[in-house]
């Protein structure tokens, strides 16, 4: 099951709403992608794909404290990286489900595969952290990447999705 929080967006729901279901939760959508290919869900995806790198250009309008906790804004670097890898991703037919800010400047990426649950933190610092969960939410795998080193990051995701 792949998720993606959103905000409520009916004109994009009304595109989209032949390849999904759809449950209304609070203010966000929950949106429970079909188990289609990139090429069949073609322009669909493409939406999907640029409201997710929307959201998270959003993050840099958090200001400081964004989460009442003394939470640092989200930094334009780990945005960028964010988008660049969603992009990559993406051209090798991976879905990111969703993505959230980190309260230290970063944004973290999440995906669910159906036997593990993937988290990837691009952290303020340029370094990106592969996190591989198991169903019952314990850590198998954390390893760190330099962006040097994101084509080894997308293998290892590859992986995970076979």
């Given amino acids: ?9 009916t004109s994009t729901m009304d595109k989209i ?3 999904i279901d759809v449950n209304i939760q609070l ?3 929950i949106i429970k992608f079909k188990s289609y290919s990139l090429s069949s869900l073609n322009k669909h995806y493409n939406l999907f794909l640029d409201e997710l790198s929307r959201k998270i250009i959003s993050y840099k309008y958090l200001p400081k404290n964004w989460d009442s906790d003394n939470a640092e804004p989200i930094y334009d670097n780990s945005i960028d990286i964010a988008n660049s890898l969603l992009e990559q991703l993406a051209f090798n037919d991976i879905i990111i489900d969703y993505s959230i800010p980190m309260r230290d400047g970063g944004v973290q990426l999440e995906k669910t595969f159906s036997n593990n649950d993937v ?6 610092d340029n370094v990106i952290v592969l996190l591989i969960f198991d169903k019952d939410a314990n850590c198998l795998e954390e390893e760190n ?5 994101i084509n080894a990051l997308i293998r290892k995701f590859k992986s995970l999705d076979g």
């Fill in 27 to 29: 203010k966000y959508f």
């Fill in 119 to 124: 988290e990837i933190e691009i952290n303020p």
């Fill in 1 to 9: 099951m792949e998720l993606l929080r959103r905000d409520i967006d």
């Fill in 17 to 19: 709403s032949p390849f």
């Fill in 145 to 149: 990447y330099s962006l040097s080193k």
